[in-house]
């Protein structure tokens, strides 16, 4: 069965450091593969998204993903936090079969410290 | 536009009280879903339709059932509310042109939903 494990459940970082947030996921075949942002009481807005093409993927504010293959792993960085990247992140990935189920990690609590 | 809406924001119920989850999308999008988000569990798929008079179970789809008779609205119903399904909701729409697999999920505000 598909799953995604993102292993780290609150980051904290300070504002103007780098970010990497870590996901690995479990799929027989190649994921369609998604980064969604939550901030407190939102819903969830889609950062980006890689299914096929250039292993780098360029999101919105700045994010970007790296898809590989030969570690199960689709990671989100961004070069330089900002305090408006306080959220909570997660990673997706589409079910095997049916109309795109997505299978979602149990998210990562990011605060950023001034 | 307004994307994806819901309503209420907040409800409170008691054990075996019924209500119902209201959700619109105005974008046309064919396949529409219900979510539930609780703490450490990421989001888990209750119901999902691909078109007004097609639904389908998800992962979680027990103690709520799911109707759509227009393209527009996906309302959740919970027809005796437990605890157990005390979490925040969240609605989801998304096109099936194209590379649907690949295609983006709009996510509504979400309800916070206590059953006391």
């Known amino acids: 069965a598909q799953s995604v494990t993102q292993p780290d459940i609150h980051i904290t970082v300070s504002e103007g450091a780098s970010l990497e947030l870590r996901c690995n996921y479990s799929?027989?075949?190649?994921?369609?593969l998604f980064w969604y942002v939550q901030s407190p009481g939102q819903g969830l807005q889609l950062l980006l998204k890689?299914?096929?093409?250039?292993?780098l993927v360029q999101g919105i504010k700045g994010f970007e993903a790296e898809f590989k293959r030969s570690q199960s792993s689709f990671n989100l960085r961004k070069p330089s936090v900002h305090w408006s990247d306080a959220a909570e992140y997660f990673c997706?990935?589409?079910?095997?079969?049916?109309?795109?189920?997505?299978?979602f990690g149990a998210g990562t609590r990011l605060a950023v410290h001034p | 536009n307004a994307g994806v809406t819901q309503t209420p924001k907040f409800q409170v119920l008691k054990t075996g009280q019924s209500m119902t989850l209201q959700c619109a999308q105005d974008?046309?999008?064919?396949?529409m879903s219900w979510y539930r988000q609780d703490p450490g569990m990421g989001l888990r798929l209750i119901h999902y339709?691909?078109?007004?008079?097609?639904?389908d179970q998800g992962e979680v789809p027990n103690g709520y059932n799911v109707s759509r008779s227009t393209t527009e609205d996906f309302p959740l119903r919970l027809l005796s509310a437990a605890p157990s399904q005390t979490s925040v909701y969240f609605c989801?729409?998304?096109?099936?042109?194209?590379?649907?697999?690949?295609?983006?999920?709009?996510f509504g505000p979400g309800t916070r939903l206590t059953v006391l």
């Open positions: 989801a729409s998304k096109p099936l042109a194209g590379g649907y697999l690949g295609n983006e999920q709009f």
């Open positions: 799929y027989g075949a190649t994921p369609y």
């Open positions: 890689y299914f096929s093409g250039d292993t």
């Open positions: 997706a990935v589409t079910s095997e079969g049916g109309y795109n189920k997505l299978i």
């Open positions: 974008m046309n999008h064919e396949y």
């Open positions: 339709s691909v078109g007004a008079g097609i639904t």
